[in-house]
């Protein structure tokens, strides 16, 4: 019995400091409406692309939430949740689903803070 309560006591402790703050993140959305200023593309620290986003008092780091974009009129970019882009032939790509997609940011946009809510995942407060 010892041992199903120990572990019963480490699987608690474990999973209790797994779970994200959730009362501290923030929508982008409401962010946006409180006037927040949106900063440029940048990496997180580990190595995802989002953005800082601040008030002048308050600052969070809103995520990336795409995983593809729009470089030019012939390429493309998949967007991986490590940092990384992987280029595309945006012809072929546009081939196999029929065309252009308009919900697929511009690269450009996402670069310089132009962003919709739709492509912008979670923000949490910076420390």
Not at 47 to 66: E, H, I, M, P, T
Not at 77 to 89: A, H, P, T
Not at 102 to 116: E, F, N, T
């Amino acid at each position: 019995m010892p041992i199903s309560f120990t572990r019963s006591l480490a699987t608690l402790i474990i999973g209790l400091s797994t779970v994200p703050g959730a009362a501290q993140a923030e929508s982008f959305s409401r962010l946006a409406q409180q006037d927040y200023a949106i900063g440029k593309l940048t990496k997180g620290k580990a190595g995802g692309y989002g953005w800082v986003v601040s008030n002048g008092s308050k600052q969070f780091f809103c995520r990336l939430d795409a995983s593809l974009a729009y470089v030019s009129k012939k390429e493309m970019v998949s967007i991986l949740s490590s940092g990384r882009l992987v280029k595309l032939d945006r012809a072929a790509f546009e081939a196999s689903i029929g065309g252009p997609d308009p919900s697929i940011p511009q690269w450009s946009d996402l670069q310089a803070g132009r962003v919709k809510p739709a492509d912008v995942g979670s923000c949490t407060p910076t420390r």
